[in-house]
């Protein structure tokens, strides 16, 4: 043992080291025998004090680590072992990096259920959608279905004439749109016509998997489909697959909305939210107008027979979660309301509809700062609407008007023809004058009048001559381009041209353009 201690070996454990010295200080005792010291390095080892276990004849040595022999005088390693370390030291580790191929959800094939996910939701164009449901349509599930659906009317293409530019380079995610459809446009014949064909595959695909899904799922559905209706897509033409079936549309949308409904509307008490009421009804309003931008476009005929017992419940729960909304969120159900309107007149769920009407407006308010033009605008004309129908009064409507209205003029960047259009025509109908408003909305529409559409330029004159505040420089800019035109287009709608002329015959109308047009006082232009 002795031996032991002085050999100074660096694999000895932590332990032995009082086991060894009071071992080495009773080796000189007659009366000290093996078992004694087997008792004291068993009892060492276990975790007991040194100077336990020791014979009788041995004096209890106290323990320090700074003063044992084999910490303050390390003994060297062997030479076969310095000559093993001094080799490993020369080894030289260097990591090689290896540009491993990255998933590229726009061009790779997906391998996994993430990747194919992920294909699914970036998919950037049409023909890419289709290559991901012929190749792996098999291992779709309710998950890519949704997201199928929810991506395709992001990718319909419109003609580049029909694209409105804001002007304005925005980031993703804010809620601001750099580009637009314009209002009345249709999509690209070809493109509707394959969007239409992808979302009827993905109609068949949602109804096998309807048992597994959950509202957030079936609302994303109802929203997208809707889009895609009010866009233009023909969603009632038949799959080539099957052309003597009819479309299967509106099974799809029975199978989708008993998700809901079942049991008494348990699913949705259990696991819907604010955000999954916004889209359903914004969905089902979409569902509810004839396709297309224009409102001429074809109508669901089997729709008020889906939505009758689905209205009331949504509406009530919307009502009562009508604090959870966001600024987004509000809107979309003031919009769906507004659209719902003429259906949810005289019905149980009316009073439900004011009571949600009125959360809306004051959430609007609270977060005011939080709105874009788009959204001011989407918002007054809503409210709009439902002022006409009883649905709230003049004066509530009036007093969130002039909330929203204090966001205009420092995003008076942002503004697009039709947010002009819109705010304008929501002011009109519920008469809230406001001059210094209206002549910021003037001159706005008079710096980007070669971006408006005959229809919308039309309405603002409308909107403010009835509201007894004309903006004589826009009217004057107007005539001056209409006589500068060799020929008026025979396309030109009726109610254009009368919208048109109603606002010049308005009092104070001409007056005030004669004063913003000095050159008109040359006699061959008055005449004209």
């Avoid at 493109?191 to 957030?216: D, E, F, I, K, N």
């Avoid at 009048?449 to 009217?475: C, Q, V, W, Y």
């Avoid at 308005?506 to 006082?521: E, S």
Wanted: charged share 15%.
């Amino acid at each position: 043992a002795g031996g032991a201690a002085e050999s100074g070996s660096s694999n000895l454990p932590a332990q032995s080291g009082p086991a060894i010295e009071s071992i080495a200080a009773c080796s000189t005792s007659p009366n000290c025998g093996w078992n004694d010291l087997q008792h004291q390095r068993s009892s060492t080892h276990l975790g007991s004090s040194p100077d336990q276990g020791m014979c009788s004849t041995s004096a209890p040595t106290p323990f320090s680590w700074s003063t044992h022999k084999l910490m303050a005088q390390p003994r060297p390693a062997p030479p076969s072992l310095q000559g093993m370390r001094s080799y490993a030291s020369k080894v030289k580790t260097e990591y090689i990096p290896i540009d491993l191929p990255k998933f590229q959800p726009n061009a790779s094939a997906p391998t996994n259920y993430i990747q194919l996910l992920a294909a699914v939701t970036h998919a950037p164009t049409t023909s890419r959608m289709a290559q991901l449901l012929n190749d792996f349509g098999s291992n779709f599930d309710a998950v890519h279905v949704t997201a199928g659906l929810a991506q395709l009317p992001s990718i319909v293409r419109y003609r580049d004439k029909d694209v409105v530019s804001t002007g304005v380079v925005a980031p993703r995610g804010g809620g601001l749109r750099g580009h637009r459809p314009a209002p009345g446009s249709t999509p690209r014949p070809a493109s509707a016509t394959v969007a239409a064909q992808l979302a009827l595959q993905l109609c068949v695909m949602a109804r096998a998997h309807a048992g597994r899904m959950y509202p957030r799922s079936a609302a994303n559905i109802i929203w997208s489909l809707g889009r895609l209706h009010s866009m233009g897509v023909p969603l009632l033409s038949r799959l080539p697959a099957q052309p003597r079936a009819p479309s299967p549309l509106p099974k799809t949308l029975s199978s989708v909305l008993h998700v809901i409904s079942k049991d008494n509307f348990k699913p949705l008490h259990v696991h819907g939210s604010a955000t999954d009421m916004a889209q359903l009804l914004k969905g089902l309003a979409l569902l509810s107008m004839p396709g297309g931008t224009s409102g001429y476009g074809r109508t669901l005929d089997f729709m008020p027979g889906l939505q009758a017992p689905l209205l009331p419940a949504l509406v009530q729960f919307t009502a009562q979660r009508s604090q959870q909304l966001k600024p987004f969120e509000a809107q979309m159900v003031a919009w769906a309301l507004a659209k719902l309107s003429p259906q949810l007149r005289g019905s149980p769920a009316a009073p439900d509809v004011s009571t949600t009407l009125l959360a809306v407006a004051d959430l609007a308010e609270q977060q005011r700062v939080m709105y874009t033009p788009q959204g001011i605008a989407s918002m007054m004309y809503a409210f709009a609407i439902c002022s006409a129908e009883g649905f709230a009064t003049a004066g509530r409507v009036s007093q969130l008007y002039k909330a929203l209205l204090e966001g205009i003029e420092p995003q008076i960047v942002l503004l697009a023809p039709q947010d002009i259009s819109m705010i304008t025509w929501a002011c009109a109908k519920v008469q809230y004058r406001d001059a210094a408003l209206l002549q910021l909305l003037g001159s706005k529409a008079l710096q980007m009048m070669e971006m408006f559409r005959p229809a919308e330029l039309a309405g603002i004159l409308k909107a403010m001559s009835e509201l007894g505040l004309p903006h004589g420089p826009l009217l004057a800019a107007v005539v001056d381009n209409v006589m500068g035109e060799e020929r008026i287009s025979p396309k030109l709608p009726a109610r254009v041209v009368v919208h048109a002329m109603q606002a010049y015959a308005a009092p104070g109308a001409m007056n005030a353009a004669v004063a913003a047009a000095p050159h008109w006082q040359d006699a061959g232009t008055e005449a004209g």
